[in-house]
């Protein structure tokens, strides 16, 4: 198993470097993802030195570029990459984890008790149910990883951003044009080379205070 030393080593690649209790939830994390993927079909990456990098530190790679605080929707989580791999460095952030799939949300939930993580709440909608829900705010972020059905999803996604808030792909290279060039009134930045990837990108979006 991966000690603290190890972890720190992993993540320098990304630009990251995280405090002692830190690394104990991500190892702590680390182990959880482990265990419940033999049970059901959490991740296909291999190996913990490969689920440090692939997942947790292509998560946090986004601290690097956005600032964590305020309210994030993290849309499909799956394993909890990349919305709750980020609360773990980010303690101030208040996160609203969308899964549809109960056993992924009592991976989620878990993780959230066993790491003692504060205002994180899984909730079981997709976007579009979760979109027309009385319980909707607008949120500072919004995090998109590994999901299907991205193109159509986007715009969705886009609504539910505050004024000057971003939304956060992490998508292959080749998918940037059509999002850029797609119906989402945000302005894009330039896409961001993923570290230890070939194609992979972190591809940033803002709503403008003064549009609609």
Known sequence: MLKAQDVAQLLVPFGLSLGERQIENVLLYLALLLRWNERINL???EGPEDCITRHFGESMFLSRWVDLKGKLLDVGSGAGFPGLALKLIADDLTAVLLEPVAKKRSFLKEVIRRCSLERVEVRGERLDQ?????LVSEFDLVTVRAVGGLYDLIPAAAN???ANGKLCLWIGREQCSPIVRGPADLAWREPIPVPLSRNRVLL??????NRA
């Not at 940033?204 to 205070?209: D, M, P």
């Open 43 to 45: 991740t296909t990456v």
């Open 130 to 134: 979760f979109e027309s829900s009385a």
């Open 160 to 162: 539910r951003l505050a």
């Open 204 to 209: 940033i979006g803002e709503r403008i205070a």
